[in-house]
């Protein structure tokens, strides 16, 4: 009995020792693979019931993890849409082949991935060389990511990117600087109006143009301080959209800068803010002119007119040239305009034991009861890390610790084989005690 427990443990011994020694190899042949998670070997005795004055070898037998909770040295590329995870999460991921299963609405069974060299392919849809393809939640047509749970991943969906996308940004806010000549107001002038054009863009991405102009309040005597703004759009057909009525402080210390604003057309002056909101053709712009006794914006000085470029938002239409994703996750279209445009956003998934996560080919994985209940975090917030572009994670495989391991488990395997080698010159010896 004592013998045969011995030979016994000798067989385990070769068995789990060529189980580290599979586990060394794939992470030695993967050492280069970026987002490999380095597979370790760990033993475990097995004891037999003893009785009084005997011993029997139970052996020993093995258990075979991945170390997915470990990170790898993030390298640099060239690629806006190579991403890694600076932290704890993964990315969501589903393969090609499931995307014929996805239910049009969401629905794609996913997995999960720390790193992946994403690029569109001919349908415009993020996906790596070996099938992986990038999902996310579709952002609204402002921009906007509306509200998803995060405890289920039927909103996610592929992410697409139409390289022959058009879009415009409508302009909404403008800022002017403006200079009235003081002199403008004073009894005996001309009381020409001067006037100024600044640029907008509507709904469509045309460009249209606010025509703005400036009448002064000659008085008989003294000096008014006084202007009438007249604003024009364009694509209202040269319609009026408001008209106001500047007054401009002369006081020491203040002179020159706004005293009050009073509507005529158009929105109310908001002190606060020193801005009015005209509505033009495509809907409400709202333009600052400065605020009450505050410097810049408008200002009636000196015996000159003039006046900055204005400052606004919105762009016409252009091409789209290029996809970033920042690191919170929200994948940018970039176009040749200047216009920048949030189109998606990529969680992170984390899940409590990410070590018991169903390790899968491609560098991948997937959820299971090991694994704990999922849960899909804006990145950097909570226990995540921040999504880095222009990055992929290289393996964690360290070459020459595993070389280290190498020599380890061949010693092990020789003595375990010396061992069966041992008893079976033992029981040799046994069967020659008949002869």
Do not use: C
């Not at 470990?70 to 932290?87: C, Y």
């Not at 002064?216 to 759009?233: F, L, Q, R, Y």
């Amino acid at each position: 009995m004592t013998i045969s427990s011995s030979l016994n443990a000798g067989v385990a011994g070769l068995n789990v020792n060529a189980s580290r020694l599979a586990t060394i190899s794939d992470n030695i042949s993967n050492s280069g693979t970026f987002g490999y998670k380095r597979a370790v070997t760990n033993f475990q005795s097995m004891v037999i019931g003893q009785s009084q004055g005997s011993y029997s070898a139970g052996g020993v037998r093995v258990v075979t993890d991945r170390m997915i909770d470990q990170r790898g040295t993030l390298v640099t590329t060239d690629n806006p849409t190579d991403l890694a995870v600076g932290g704890r999460g993964m990315l969501p991921v589903t393969s090609e082949t499931a995307m014929g299963s996805g239910d049009g609405d969401g629905g794609y069974p996913v997995m999960l991935a720390t790193t992946g060299s994403f690029r569109p392919d001919s349908e415009g849809v993020l996906r790596t060389e070996s099938g992986m393809v990038l999902l996310g939640w579709p952002a609204d047509g402002d921009g906007t990511i509306p509200t998803f749970p995060r405890d289920t991943t039927d909103a996610l969906e592929p992410v697409r990117v139409q390289t022959d996308q058009f879009a415009g940004d409508p302009t909404t806010r403008m800022e002017l600087s403006v200079n009235l000549p003081a002199t403008g107001t004073q009894s005996g002038a001309s009381g020409d109006t001067v006037t100024m054009s600044t640029e907008y863009y509507d709904n469509l991405g045309t460009s249209q143009v606010l025509e703005i102009s400036f009448t002064p309040n000659v008085p008989a005597t003294g000096s008014s301080n006084e202007w009438t703004m007249s604003i024009t759009d364009s694509a209202s057909g040269g319609a009026t959209v408001g008209t106001y009525t500047l007054t401009f402080d002369d006081a020491r210390g203040s002179g020159g800068n706004l005293l009050s604003v009073a509507d005529t057309l158009g929105g109310a002056y908001d002190p606060t803010t020193g801005t009015i909101e005209v509505d033009v053709d495509g809907g409400p712009l709202t333009i600052d002119i400065g605020e009450i006794g505050e410097p810049g914006g408008f200002t009636q000085l000196s015996d000159s007119f003039s006046h900055a470029p204005a400052v606004k938002d919105g762009s016409p239409v252009g091409n789209l040239t290029s996809v970033e994703v920042d690191d919170d996750g929200m994948v940018h279209a970039i176009y040749d305009s200047g216009l920048t445009r949030v189109i998606y956003q990529v969680p992170l998934v984390d899940v409590p034991n990410p070590n018991g996560l169903i390790a899968l080919s491609n560098q991948s994985y997937q959820i299971s009861p090991s694994s704990g209940s999922f849960f899909l975090w804006d990145a950097g917030t909570g226990p995540t890390g921040n999504i880095a572009g222009f990055s992929r994670e290289e393996s964690t495989t360290d070459v020459a610790g595993e070389l280290t391991q190498l020599i380890q488990t061949q010693r092990a395997y020789s003595s375990n084989a010396k061992v069966i080698q041992t008893v079976d010159e033992m029981l040799q010896e046994t069967t020659n005690i008949k002869r």
